[in-house]
């Protein structure tokens, strides 16, 4: 048993009957993506309730934890609350051929010893949750491509010096006699 890990031996063969599960239990590893997630170890709340259905265990409640990360644009340091939604039915052993002839890909199983691991199911709930380009805001203006210049800090902030290939296009432009003066020499 870990601090991730449900016994549901007691809700076997009693449809009707439910367990409420509440913990606060140190976020397991990997609850992320590249720039955000759920740092490991800490607080992941759990509220859930555990219903024993004919087929298996109904769970259903809400996960809660503290998303930390970095804005995709500007790197600034992303915190925020996320709350996410679970309603998961497991099925007995014993209705697992029934769960795979049925092709019902929802549906996870659980194991012989009746301890169901809630990790799998909280990592895709979680991950999935995350921004897969977080910002720190909508509109973030990001860095300058240039400099790394905070654009936040001064909209106006440009550059004189373009491109190096429009430099030279301009280098070009200035060698071109003037279009006013080559019309008048055709005349
Ligand atoms: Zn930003
Ligand atoms: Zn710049």
Redesign the pocket.
Known sequence: MTALTVDVQELRGRPGTQDELSRTVPAPKDLATVLIGIPQGSDLQLDLRLESVHEGVLMTGTASAEVSGQCGRCLDEIRYPLTVDVMQLFSWPQKAQAAADAEDEDTRLIPHDLTIDLEPVLRDLMVSALPFQPVCREGCPGL??????RMEDDPE???EQLDPRWAALKDVAAGMPDPDSSSESST
Do not use: M
Request: aromatic share 22%; hydrophobic share 20%; glycine share 12%.
């Open positions: 300058c491509s240039e400099c790394g210049f902030h440009f550059h």
